[in-house]
């Protein structure tokens, strides 16, 4: 048994994502992030799933643009809510996009193609962190409008899995409180059995 690994996952937690700093990973670094990320389930071998790098100043020009949107759609936002927007992108020195993008097949839904996203999104998390940054998985607002959706570089078809920001994380993590395996796992009795 790899027990190494088991504590390496017992003990994976999200820092503040305002807390991840420069260094971000180097280029040889985010090859084997990605290589990680793609290792998952994929029915049909369709690769229904991409990733989108955010990094430099285009960071920034996305949290204006961002902020722009949230002004059309909401009116004059108060000043705390526009900084929060203009730097949505550029707390931490990279984001990567994890995309849903399905391919047609007349055997495979949909949505198990965004759960094969879902599960590269956290190879990505889990490559992160072991080697040493630290990430943090997050979708917000802006993954459901489709005018953000364009700007962020995803086509029409195309569906945010996450954003996952991943920087140097110098700080304690901290941890949140975890079920018990007893409160969400259960015997299946069959719908014969009563109670």
């Keep these: 048994m790899a027990t190494s690994v088991i504590d390496f996952l017992l003990s994976r937690s999200s820092p503040p994502i305002a807390e991840l700093k420069e260094p971000a990973p180097s280029a040889a670094e985010l090859d084997t992030m990605i290589r990680v990320a793609s290792r998952v389930p994929d029915h049909g071998r369709l690769t229904p799933w991409r990733f989108i790098l955010y990094r430099g100043d285009a960071r920034v020009e996305i949290g204006k643009r961002l902020a722009e949107i949230a002004e059309r759609r909401e009116g004059p936002l108060p000043e705390g809510r526009r900084q929060q927007e203009l730097t ?32 590269a999104a956290m190879n990505l998390l889990l490559a992160a962190t ?57 015997n299946y009795a069959g719908p014969w059995q009563e109670g």
Aim: aromatic residues 10%; hydrophobic residues 45%; charged residues 20%.
């Design 88 to 119: 949505r992108f550029s707390r931490a020195p990279l984001v990567v996009g994890v995309v849903c993008s399905p391919k047609a097949n007349p055997k495979i839904p949909e949505w198990e193609m965004f759960l094969s996203g879902g599960a």
């Design 130 to 186: 072991a080697l040493g940054y630290g990430a943090n998985w997050i979708s917000n607002w802006y993954s459901d409008v489709p005018e953000a959706r364009a700007m962020l570089g995803l086509a029409p078809q195309e569906r945010v899995v996450g954003f996952v920001h991943i920087g140097t994380f110098s700080g304690e993590a901290q941890d949140r409180p975890r079920p018990e395996p007893a409160a969400v796992a259960s």
